[in-house]
């Protein structure tokens, strides 16, 4: 499946715009999660890129996503409905939804502004180093996936 490039501007704009649409009573078409929730289920893959605040797994346990785990997520096979998540995903407490709205876009802004070169050969803390494409689609695929869930 091709996904959005989210290292240009139409990328981003494109995928802004469905994440303009939702709202705080905006409703899932499956799973568990509200908006706001949803919103910051998708922050984690960006905090855990420019954040310091979730800790890198192990040798054992990185090599075990990078074995099992990864093609998953940076291939490009669209994630199916109601698919497990790794526990920092998880987010069980209702967040403010402008507010994780509003990180979220900010993030997108960060890293569409950086470049797909800013992440040709970038260390991720899962999976080791990932070209830019690859960063492409795990960031892309996960936001078409619950904007999808959503709606939208």
Known sequence: MQYENL?????????LARINQ????????????????????????????????HP??????????KLFVKKAVCG???YSKNSRTAPQFIIKE??????EK??????IKQVGDAGA???????NQSFGKLSSSEWNTMYAKHLDHHLKQFGV
Do not use: C
């Open 76 to 78: 490009p096979k669209p």
């Open 102 to 107: 509003a990180r979220l876009v900010g993030y």
């Open 117 to 123: 070169a800013a992440y040709e050969g970038r260390e």
């Open 94 to 99: 209702d967040r403010i939804f402008e507010k």
């Open 7 to 15: 290292f240009n501007s139409v990328g981003v704009d494109k995928t």
């Open 56 to 65: 890198a797994p192990g040798g054992f346990g990185k090599l075990m996503l």
């Open 22 to 53: 939702l709202s705080p009573d905006s409703s899932a078409q499956w799973g568990k999660m509200s908006a706001s929730q949803m919103l910051a289920h998708l922050n984690v893959a960006y905090e855990m890129d420019l954040e310091d605040i």
